[in-house]
């Protein structure tokens, strides 16, 4: 009789290279091993097929879901304006529901019975994948180690694989943990776990110390299509290339970093510092020109908006008809985001240079201190006598109480 098939999420690391092991052993079934690559880099990436076999799975796919990841999920968010508690890019986040939705293709495909992951019970991940193969496929059944094993830390997983002979490289404990895709890196855990510890300066990947940049700004323009990024400095890009070639640029000037304690959806709070050059550059832009564009009851909602979305991304309820609904009035809001941002990028700065736009709600004519023929400023004195009327009625009722 056939073995029963599981697709785990594999990165290649300690846990689910000790997870492939142990899921043959706990329940027999046959491993077929999936990572997607989302941009963490060909290091994650070089030998995962034969490290995969040689550990015990059967087969592994390696799906490169960047462009998708890009078009599908991350435009999407920055048109949405989101941003977690003032700070968060969610770049681990955003990622998160299409590696679920992957996941859930692969195991039909190869006619799974079960999806297995290694994320903790602490943790986000957890929920953002199970929510997104709930979502997807309830037939599916989700295994999570982490919640079920007897194993208490990553010392009780190290003597586990080499109990089992399991190939894993020996390496000293890391001091912290990190997730890297194409729009950030994170750093948790280990050293980090004390917020009043400023960061090791060498930790950093993707960016500089703002004090280590050029001592000279660089002029970068990006321009928009419909809230779409499409050029910088003039020249074309794909979406992909353009967010790649953002990390570069502002990185070298040490734009993107953030040290926040968070609120995990599990209710405790967390400590991570994020790396997001090019996306930080990206969504102020992205702002900059919204305001340039929007009617004030619009933008002033979209904000609103902003925040729902940020917490959908980051409780994983991404494939939700909320989620979907509300894409709906952001694309529509859309329509007029049209046009070009100059900005001055000095020292972990960003400068606004100058914006152009053929949708601009902006009229000099009438914004203007000078004289002008749009506005009439004798009509000010209705609109503040109408507008404050609540407030007058209040205080003529407050000074009668007073008086008996």
Not at 41 to 67: C, F, M, P, V
Not at 224 to 249: C, D, H, Q, S, T
Not at 311 to 327: C, N, Q, V
Request: charged fraction near 25%.
């Amino acid at each position: 009789m056939a073995k029963e098939k599981v697709v785990l999420a594999y990165s290649g690391g300690l846990d689910t290279s000790v997870i492939v092991k142990w899921l043959q052993e706990e329940y027999g079934y046959d491993i077929v091993a999936v990572t997607a690559d989302v941009g963490q880099g060909s290091s994650e990436l070089e030998g995962l097929e034969e490290k995969a076999i040689k550990t015990g799975a059967s087969e592994i796919y390696i799906e490169d879901i960047r462009e998708e990841l890009v078009t599908d999920y991350i435009i999407p968010m920055v048109q949405s304006g989101a941003v977690y508690e003032g700070k968060y890019l969610l770049g681990t986040a955003i990622a998160r529901p299409l590696i679920g939705k992957k996941l859930v293709e692969i195991a039909e495909k190869v006619g799974a019975t079960a999806i297995a992951h290694g994320a903790t019970g602490k943790g986000n991940d957890q929920v953002r994948f199970e929510f997104a193969v709930k979502a997807l496929n309830p037939h599916l059944k989700i295994i999570a180690p982490w919640r079920e094993w007897d194993f208490k830390s990553r010392s009780d997983c190290i003597n586990y694989a080499y109990e089992k002979q399991i190939p894993i490289p020996v390496t000293a404990e890391k001091p912290y943990s990190i997730d890297r895709n194409l729009w950030h890196i994170s750093f948790e855990g280990g050293i980090l776990e004390d917020p009043a510890r400023e960061p090791d300066k060498e930790m950093f990947r993707l960016t500089c110390a703002p004090e280590d940049a050029p001592d000279d700004p660089e002029i970068l323009s990006i321009s928009f299509e419909k809230g779409v990024p499409y050029a910088l400095n003039g020249k074309k890009y794909g979406p992909l290339e353009l967010i790649l070639e953002l990390n570069r640029i502002a990185g070298k000037h040490g734009i993107g970093r953030i040290d926040l304690v968070e609120n995990r959806l599990l209710g405790m709070k967390s400590r991570g510092i994020y790396e997001t050059p090019g996306g930080t550059i990206l969504m102020f832009a992205h702002r900059e020109l919204e305001q340039y564009t929007l009617d004030r009851e619009t933008y002033h909602y979209k904000e609103t908006i902003a925040l729902k979305y940020a917490e959908l991304i980051y409780y994983g309820l991404w494939f939700t008809p909320l989620r979907e609904a509300l894409d709906g009035f952001i694309r529509t809001t859309q329509e007029t985001v049209t046009g070009t941002i100059d900005l001055k990028l000095y020292k972990g700065n960003i400068i606004v240079k100058g914006r152009t736009s053929p949708y601009t709600l902006y009229n000099p004519d009438m914004a203007t201190f000078e004289a002008d023929e749009l506005f009439d400023q004798k009509d000010a004195q209705g609109f503040i006598n109408l507008y404050g009327l609540p407030l007058t009625v209040k205080a003529l009722m407050d000074k009668k109480k007073a008086m008996n």
